[in-house]
C-alpha cells in the first residue's frame, strides 16, 4: 500500500518560512512524479509545484505562478521523499497543503495518482 506521510506544517507569521516534507511508504514503489498542491478555505485545490523524472534528462519542475520565487521544491528519489520550501509566506499561502505522488513502478499501478492527508499552513499577518 502506497502511504504519504506529510510534515512540516505550522503557524507562521507573514514573511517567514516553513519546510514541508512528504515520504512516500516502500521502497517497491517508484514515481514519475511528485508534487504538492493546497487548498484553502472555499477554494479548490490547486497545484502548487511538482518534480517529474525526466531519466537521464533529470525530469522537470514546475511552479504555480503565485509561489515562483518564494517556494523550492526538492526531491531525494532514494528516500522517496519530497520537500516544499516555503518563503516569504503571505496570508493568501493559508491553505491545507497535500503531497501527491503518480505511480510509475510497479507497472500494474502505473499512472495512479496517491496523495497524502495534509497538513495546515497557515499565515498570520
Known amino acids: 500500500q502506497v502511504q504519504l506521510v506529510e510534515s512540516g506544517g505550522g503557524s507562521v507569521q507573514a514573511g517567514g518560512s516553513l519546510r514541508l516534507s512528504c515520504v512516500a511508504s516502500?521502497?517497491?514503489?517508484?514515481?514519475?512524479?511528485m508534487g504538492w498542491y493546497r487548498q484553502a478555505p472555499g477554494k479548490q485545490r490547486e497545484l502548487v509545484a511538482t518534480?517529474?523524472?525526466?531519466?537521464?534528462?533529470?525530469?522537470?519542475?514546475d511552479y504555480a505562478d503565485s509561489v515562483k520565487d518564494r517556494f523550492t521544491i526538492s526531491r531525494d528519489n532514494a528516500k522517496n521523499t519530497v520537500y516544499l520550501q516555503m518563503s516569504s509566506l503571505k496570508p493568501e499561502d493559508t491553505a491545507v497543503y497535500y503531497c501527491?505522488?503518480?505511480?510509475?513502478?510497479?507497472?500494474?499501478?502505473?499512472?495512479?495518482?496517491?496523495w497524502g492527508q495534509g497538513t495546515q499552513v497557515t499565515v498570520s499577518s
Open positions: 516502500g521502497v517497491i514503489f517508484r514515481f514519475s512524479a
Open positions: 518534480v517529474t523524472s525526466g531519466g537521464t534528462s533529470g525530469g522537470s519542475i
Open positions: 501527491n505522488a503518480k505511480i510509475s513502478v510497479p507497472v500494474s499501478l502505473r499512472g495512479r495518482d496517491y
